[in-house]
């Protein structure tokens, strides 16, 4: 008898808990899963990341992991960092990221060969007549490429080169290898791996129609004179204080190109004169996302062979570097919070990226 009533007990906790589940189930499955941001584009999204924020804090990693399907290292190739002595290549760091999105398959974008903010002191130091500074440069830009070729298709091959007024900025580089070492390195790159695209990287096209139209004059000049480039980099750093058309502006000039755009390290600043006691208020939450919103649609209708894709620099908003570099504490230039929570914006721009 007492086993009888065991048996029955068990059975009817076990039904019980059956139809629990199937109320749960049925009532918690959403119809269908709500699309991140990054399956509704045609086109690639991704972010500057760091190694260590992928390690360390397991909220950017779920975010890296979860929203981007392209990844650039936000410092760890640069010069400075993967090239800190005459011969020694510290290729950790980097390795980090690329394993990492190889593992997401996710796609790595390199960044950046030549910069003159990542100079390390021993080629400020370096001693040299002309042929040896051309060949300095040269084997630091076809032994990273020959490193990671197959595993990283893209690169910024020359960051910056130019100064808002159009003019050519003053480099070392510009100093030692001549007015025109941006083709010669393009053509190293080229010559070290012939499928490989080579981008020209600078920012604020948007804000200088002198900056931008340098950059278009150059490649002009390059075609004509068939040195290899595949894609300008618009790093869109920018702020909502700025007029779509000028950012309109900027994307169309540069398609007109016919090479690959790259809106390549985007953030729109919300408090760039770095007011002390700002508020990010919901009317300046407004203003931000109508700017995404502005950029992403007028980048979805280029034509989807010169969309290479939107990178956004860094993750979320403490990751910021607007907030580090340039010490602005109270700054929210991205897609993600504090939290990495997706802001409001980021369910806009699904929709409008579903229409
Ligand atoms: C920035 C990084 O985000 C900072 O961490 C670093 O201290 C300086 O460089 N243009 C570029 C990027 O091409 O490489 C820069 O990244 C931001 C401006």
């Known amino acids: 008898m007492k086993n009888q009533i065991f048996i029955l007990l068990v059975g009817v906790i076990f039904l019980y808990c059956n139809s629990k589940n199937e109320v749960t189930e049925s009532t918690s499955k959403p119809q269908t ?4 941001l990054k399956e509704t584009l045609p086109f690639p999204l991704g972010a500057s990341l760091s190694p260590t924020k992928l390690f360390s804090i397991a909220a950017y990693r779920k975010t890296v992991d979860a929203e981007f399907s392209s ?4 410092n760890m190739m640069k010069m400075h960092i993967i090239h800190p002595e005459t011969n020694r290549y510290n290729w950790l760091r980097a390795d980090t990221i690329v394993n990492v ?3 997401n398959k996710q796609r790595v974008h390199g960044h950046a060969f030549v910069w003159h903010e990542s100079t390390p002191n021993w080629v400020k130091g370096f001693q040299g007549d002309a042929a040896a500074w051309d060949s300095l440069i040269k084997s630091h830009i076809q032994t990273i490429l020959s490193y990671y070729k197959g595993k990283i298709g893209s690169w910024d091959v020359v960051n910056e080169a130019f100064n808002d007024d159009g ?6 580089y510009r100093e030692k290898l001549g007015d025109d070492y941006v083709a010669k390195c393009f053509k190293w790159a080229r010559e070290a791996d012939p499928s490989v695209l080579l981008f020209y990287n600078d920012f ?7 900056k931008l139209q340098a950059t278009l004059d150059m490649v002009a000049d390059f075609k004509k004179r068939g040195i290899p480039i595949d894609g300008i980099g618009l790093q869109m750093h920018t702020h909502i204080g700025i007029s779509d058309a000028r950012i309109t502006n900027a994307i169309q000039k540069s398609v007109e190109t ?8 985007l953030d729109v600043a919300v408090n ?8 990010y208020t919901d009317a300046l939450k407004n203003q931000q996302s109508d700017k995404f919103l502005h950029i992403f649609k007028t980048y979805r209708q280029i034509p989807q062979a010169q969309q290479f894709g939107i990178t956004f620099w860094n993750v979320c908003d403490s990751d910021s570097w607007l907030r580090s570099y340039f010490k602005r504490p109270l700054e929210y230039p991205l897609l993600f919070d504090d939290n990495y929570d997706r802001k409001p914006v980021y369910d806009k721009l699904v929709a409008e990226m579903q229409k």
């Open 71 to 74: 990844v650039t290292a936000e």
């Open 33 to 36: 899963t709500p699309k991140t």
């Open 204 to 210: 604020g096209q948007e804000s200088s129609e002198k």
């Open 167 to 172: 003019t050519w900025r003053n480099s070392v």
């Open 101 to 103: 999105a190889k593992q």
């Open 272 to 279: 760039q004169n770095n007011t002390a006691n700002f508020i």
């Open 258 to 265: 016919g090479l690959k755009i790259h809106i390549s390290e």
